[in-house]
């Protein structure tokens, strides 16, 4: 076999292969003698069709059949041979298929990039550093107050946090359109659930008033018959309810589930937030590791996985919108291409670290991981036995471990300062 190798851009090559007819003509004799022994023809028992037949009849068919498998079976001896990494699906093309003259083609493909990683001396990281005070467990059960209160009916005007239950018909130039109306509707103040200005346009309105707004709907409006135009609401009241906040309280606590009273409920909101906390930091500094290794790492990225990666995107994205067949053509992959380009430099990188260094993850750190992926819920040894008993979400664990491998491995040769902040300056940092 005769193999030779050409780089016509970037990463992309065309290797020309010649692959000798005694190769072809062997298996397709060895083809032939193995049907022989069970086809059958008329006049003749199977196994006993005379081989000169057989021939006859099959070896065109099982030549082709042979041309298909050596196509693919010398093009990965060759890339072997010549000690290339395709990234990819090759392309074939025929040259010389000739009987007799044994076979050539071209493959076209791309291969893997070289990559040599940067320099990480004078890298900066910055750690933010916070703690849960007793202030910020305040907050959060206040919170937890507001989410679980009642209603009930007030004799005033509406201010934001409370409850209006509204009959409404919405048009535009004049003309109703799609879902323009609605009765017995309640919105919630400040909850930002409608449109720009229709919440706040109701704040002092009582039970009984008529009011008209008018408003505009925003550019990206889901109907795009009424996106970015102006748009006329008559709003009828019908109630004005004020939120009604549970006690803090051992029963407060029940709710839970927690037993103790509301000092294990503070204990528990605590550990909880900590947590959050922990994940959060881990997050932002895990996600700074990342950018600095692509800033500093610039690389070719094979357009065939690059392609590969933003269908896969376009397709998850797909299923998370739900959306009907004749609508999926909306999602291009054409759209998630610089996301892609990330996604793979970044793979590309990350696997050359863990190779280079010999990174890895060991049984107690990949326990720990599962570990703490369970502890939110509220049989925790129940999850981790989840992940245990599939190899595959266990593998998914370990690739998210090893990442953090790598990303404690980052941090260890460059110069990381931390910077103390507040929990709500964290949990809610960009």
Known sequence: MQVSVETTAG??????????????????AN????????????????????????????????????LGDVIQSSYFEAVTQEKLRPAGYP????????????????????????????????????????????????????TLRKQNAGWQIADRAATDGDRVTIDFKGTVDGAE??????????????????????????????????????????????????????????V????????????????????????????????EVRANMERELAQRVS??????????????NK???????????????????????????DKSGSISPAMFEEQAKKRVSLGLILAELVQRHNLKVDADALRKMVEQMAAGYDQPEEVVKWYYAD??????VESLALEERVVEWVLGQTQVTEKPQGFNDLMNRA
């Open 177 to 234: 359109f799609q879902g323009n109306k609605g009765e017995n509707v309640p919105v919630t103040l400040g909850g930002k659930r409608m449109i720009a200005g229709f919440e706040e346009g109701l704040l002092g309105v009582t039970a009984g008033e008529e009011r008209t707004l008018d408003l505009q709907f925003p550019e990206n409006y889901g109907y795009k018959e009424v996106a970015g135009k102006p748009v006329q609401f008559k």
């Open 31 to 66: 083809r032939l003698r193995q049907l022989a022994r069970t086809t059958s023809i008329k006049g003749f028992r199977p196994g006993k069709v005379p081989f000169k037949m057989v021939e006859q009849r099959y070896a065109e068919q099982v030549r082709q059949e042979v």
């Open 283 to 296: 997050s932002l500094v895990k996600q700074q590791v990342m950018d600095k290794l692509l800033e500093i």
């Open 11 to 28: 990463l992309e090559r065309r290797m020309t292969v010649q692959v000798p007819e005694e190769r072809i003509a062997s298996e397709v």
């Open 91 to 142: 392309s074939f093309e025929p040259k010389s298929m000739e009987q007799g003259k044994g076979i050539e083609y071209i493959a076209t493909f791309e291969v893997m990039p070289e990559i040599v990683l940067a320099s990480l001396d004078g890298v900066a990281i910055e750690k933010p550093v916070g703690t849960v005070a007793d202030a910020d467990v305040d907050t959060m059960l206040e």
């Open 299 to 325: 690389i070719d990225v094979p357009q065939a996985l690059m392609a590969q990666e933003a269908q896969a995107l376009a397709q998850q994205m797909l299923q998370n919108l739900q959306l009907p067949a």
């Open 236 to 267: 009828t009241v019908r109630q004005v309810e004020e939120p009604l906040l549970p006690e803090l309280d051992d029963a407060f606590a029940d709710k839970f589930g927690i037993e103790g009273g509301v000092s294990a409920l503070r204990k």
């Open 391 to 396: 190899k595959s979400r266990l593998g998914e």
